[in-house]
């Protein structure tokens, strides 16, 4: 998606543009209704963004680790196997069956 604003609405929303280049949007700002410039990230930018989202992910999925500490090698956090076709086919037979 391209974006183009004036640059008087480029110098109130500043930083929604910086965020919006960086998420990969193409911000153009036009002078007299003329295209003038063009904000693109610069990849050191794009690559320091990208890890600090990983490392944000990182700590929101490993949040609860600590808690259940105590189950790992367990039974409690086993997950059972998954049916087989005609394991499948013969439950959906006997959830649906209109006989």
Known sequence: M???VNIGEAKT???ELVAAALRGEEVIVQRDGQP???LVPLPEAE???REARGAKR????GFLADKYRHLHG???LDVPPSMTDEEYEARIERK???S
Do not use: G, N, P
């Open 47 to 49: 690559e320091l963004d």
């Open 58 to 61: 990182r700590t929101a999925f």
């Open 36 to 38: 003038k410039v063009r």
């Open 13 to 15: 929303r500043l930083s």
């Open 2 to 4: 391209t974006i183009h």
């Open 74 to 76: 367990t039974e409690a």
């Open 96 to 98: 649906f069956d209109k």
